[in-house]
């Protein structure tokens, strides 16, 4: 034990006497290193006892404190705001920087949904175009893709062919007159729509609803199938008796799944790359600095539990004397959780939903307070 070097009381601090000299330049930190020095050897027994640490084992602890108060307060940032900052740039310093809330990334993320409802996106769709054949009713899209040279297979979004439409086949050969008024209405073109009777005399309403009984006795009694597109296998019906082209639009697999991914050179694209740098000793408050100086305590006190598990005993005189390291250790790490739980609950009760919630709370108690003032009643 006499070989060991503790602190006297008398040094001073200077730039280096830190570990990593994070804040050894702040003047803030130079002028409360000292301080916390004594602070820490006194509550440690110093004077009355010696305390097994030196003056550069304090100073490492108080730098630690600092940096574990900077990254709890980070981390908290990072997780109020990380839907705000990913993407945005890493070069700089988040440190001193209000982060506003954005929709930047939603509307990045609901890209994907708009590419398929087909309302936008950022995937680009094609439209491609087959030989029909006479009586071949088959096609393998999938095999079209090959041709085309396309790598993956593809995502067929829609088919340009349809049934014929109703409205050629609205004609009730018991609507007519025998007055010739359909062969009248076929001479100014009008007879494609409607039988001339019904065109002249039933409201517009009349025919949509004619046309949806087709549609309806179409779907019901006959089979209203045009096409049929199972694993890009795309079925026409009826069976084509002419040739022709198809066209239809697709999507490409690989374009839809590399949609996901965004170069994110120089942007942030993680928590570890959010350019929170070790803070400012000196902007950090009086309240910062009371967490930090009995953090810096309880870290000391652990320390010296280390070191006193050495020697679990020293000889004296006529006997041995049994060291403190058990209750030291416990004692420190008790201290630290409890202080780390302590600024973690204040971020929390600091963040923006809490905050929203109690200012929400304080203006429904004070509508309540105003509700309850007796209203002037004025005598005219």
Not at 229 to 245: D, M, Q
Not at 358 to 367: I, L, N, P, Y
Request: with cysteine; charged share 25%; aromatic share 12%.
């Amino acid at each position: 034990m006499s070989d060991i070097v503790i602190w006297e009381g008398s040094q001073s601090f200077s730039p280096g006497d830190t570990p990593f000299a994070f804040y050894d330049n702040d003047l803030d930190f130079q002028v409360d290193a000292d301080k916390v020095i004594r602070y820490c050897a006194t509550r440690l027994g110093y004077l009355q006892l010696d305390v097994e640490l030196n003056a550069n084992s304090y100073y490492a602890c108080f730098e630690e404190a600092v940096t574990i108060y900077g990254n709890e307060i980070f981390q908290y940032k990072i997780r109020e705001n990380f839907i705000s900052m990913e993407g945005a740039s890493s070069e700089g310093t988040a440190n001193n920087k209000l982060i506003n809330s954005s929709l930047d990334r939603i509307i990045s993320i609901t890209d994907q949904y708009g590419t398929e409802a087909e309302v936008g996106g950022k995937v680009t769709k094609y439209t491609g175009a087959f030989d029909v054949a006479v009586d071949q009713q088959e096609y393998d899209l999938d095999a079209w893709a090959l041709e085309q040279g396309i790598t993956g297979s593809i995502e067929v979004r829609k088919v340009f062919y349809e049934s014929p439409p109703a409205i050629l086949r609205y004609f009730d050969p018991y609507a007519g007159t025998g007055t010739g008024v359909q062969s009248l209405m076929d001479a100014f073109d009008f007879g494609s729509y409607s039988p001339g009777v019904n065109f002249l005399l039933m409201p517009a309403s009349f025919d949509a609803l004619k046309i949806q009984a087709i549609e309806f006795n179409d779907q019901i009694r006959r089979s209203a199938y045009s096409f049929e597109l199972i694993n890009n296998r795309l079925k026409i019906f009826p069976i084509p008796k002419t040739r022709g082209k198809m066209f239809f639009e697709y999507y490409k697999d690989v374009e839809k799944a590399n949609a996901g991914f965004v170069d994110g050179d120089g942007l942030i694209t993680n928590v570890g790359e959010v350019p929170y740098e070790n803070p400012v000793y000196a902007d950090i408050n009086s309240v910062g600095r009371h967490w930090i100086y009995n953090y810096t305590l309880a870290l000391a006190k652990e320390l010296l539990g280390y070191v006193r598990g050495k020697y679990t005993t020293i000889p004296i005189p006529g006997a041995e004397a049994t060291l403190n390291q058990a209750d030291l250790l416990a004692d420190a790490r008790t201290e630290q959780e409890r202080l780390l739980l302590q600024l973690r609950e204040m971020l929390e009760q600091s963040s923006r939903t809490a905050q929203l919630e109690r200012k929400a709370g304080e203006a429904r108690s004070t509508q309540e307070i105003v509700n309850g003032i007796p209203l002037t009643i004025y005598v005219g």
